[in-house]
């Protein structure tokens, strides 16, 4: 693994993009290419330098401290020695962006911030976006752009009736993000739409994907945003779980979803990343049955209202491409071992072996999955 203050490093950014075969096909996975995956610390992006590598390509990953204790993680994947590096760069830097761009035939930008403050979440995810599709447009080798959007810029819609179907179609209200001061799915629905508008004016070939709630076992060290959703339940931080609904995918599938769009000549548009749509007592009641030495509430804050119900949604896309969702109970299990492994979650009682691998295997039988259109109800 060799760090770079967003400079080409070991003939990484003097790459070339291989030429396509004779059927006009891209190259195979790998194959001698580099690609620059932003943000490459991040939950999202952490899987994905991890599968980019496992895959044969070089990573030209940008971080804010390549030194950074928090980036071990990176430092230790298989391949990393010999076909990552790590580029000091910041979002609203269009210079180090660009040196970090320079030699790619492909970038995957997952970096953004999460926040519900506007005035850090919503300038720096479209300015950051445009920076980086300006990039690609500059670098003269880039032959795709995979963004990373999410679900919020898709299903904040009051006016959507209960029947209809989410899929790529679908795009977020700005003005009831505004008005419900949702900032977080506000700004990354304009990234994405800024992202679209950079691609078009620039001819970049853009595809995006957009995950919903993402969960499954971490490989950097600190507990991010959407691990703590489910953390709350077994620490005991949370004594009620809410009345509402969500969305949830495992952070390896969006991983191959990223690969997927990239590798595929025929991928365009959006993709949105799902495998479930669930109640919140869903999850706790799935987290119960696996882990029942831990507080899991049972009770929901709201013993008023009717139970919400599940939207119906799409994610033919990304398994028409091949992609196959693991079950979210396997998922959910998964979290919960590597929030144990590391430190974050005491294990409570010593298992037997043999009791360890009934849990395992009885994680995916803790639902019952369904494909192409999806709707839960309890």
């Known amino acids: 693994m060799t760090v770079v203050d967003a400079v080409s490093s070991a003939g990484a950014g003097d790459a070339v993009a291989p030429a396509a075969d004779a059927a006009g096909q891209p190259p195979a996975a790998g194959n001698g290419q580099t690609v620059c995956v932003t943000g490459a610390a991040g939950y999202i ?13 070089t990573v030209k ?35 180090a962006i660009c040196r970090a761009v320079e030699g790619c035939q492909g970038v995957f930008h997952t970096a953004s911030p999460v926040t519900d403050d506007p005035e850090q979440m919503v300038e720096p995810a479209v300015r950051g976006t445009e920076y980086v599709i300006r990039a690609a447009a500059e670098a003269g080798t880039v032959r795709r752009v995979v963004f990373t959007s999410s679900i919020g810029a898709v299903t904040m819609d009051p006016n959507r009736g209960p029947d209809v179907v989410v899929d790529e179609s679908c795009w977020s209200d700005l003005d009831f993000c505004k008005k419900t001061r949702n900032w977080y799915c506000y ?16 001819g970049v070939d853009l595809v995006v994907v957009n995950p919903v709630l993402v969960v499954g076992p971490l490989l950097q060290p600190t507990v991010n945003a959407s691990i703590a959703h489910i953390l709350k339940y077994l620490d005991g931080s949370a004594r009620t779980f809410a009345n509402a609904v969500q969305a949830y995918v495992d952070v390896r599938d969006v991983a191959a979803a990223h690969l997927l769009v990239f590798e595929a000549p025929a991928a365009s548009g959006r993709h949105l990343c799902a495998d479930r749509v ?6 706790v009641r799935i987290l119960a049955k696996l882990f029942p030495e831990y507080p899991v509430p049972t009770r929901c804050s709201d013993e008023v209202n009717p139970r919400k119900q599940a939207y119906k949604f799409s ?19 998964d979290t919960v071992k590597s929030l144990q492994e590391k430190g974050h979650l005491p294990v409570l009682a010593e298992q037997a072996p043999e009791l360890e691998a009934e849990k395992e295997a009885a994680a995916p039988a803790a639902e019952v999955q369904q494909g192409g259109t999806i709707a839960i109800r309890a």
């Open 315 to 333: 994610n033919q896309k990304l398994r028409d491409l091949g992609l196959e969702f693991r079950p979210v109970s396997q998922s959910l299990y």
């Open 278 to 283: 669930l109640h919140r007592e869903d999850v």
């Open 45 to 57: 992006a952490s899987w994905l330098v991890k599968l980019l590598l496992e895959k044969g390509y």
């Open 187 to 202: 700004g990354k629905a304009v990234a994405e739409q800024a992202a679209w508008d950079a691609a078009r004016q620039r």
């Open 61 to 95: 990953g940008t971080v804010r401290n390549p030194d950074d204790p928090k980036n071990a993680h990176l430092k230790a994947l298989d391949g990393a020695a010999e076909r990552l590096f790590l580029c000091k760069a910041d979002l609203l830097d269009f210079d």
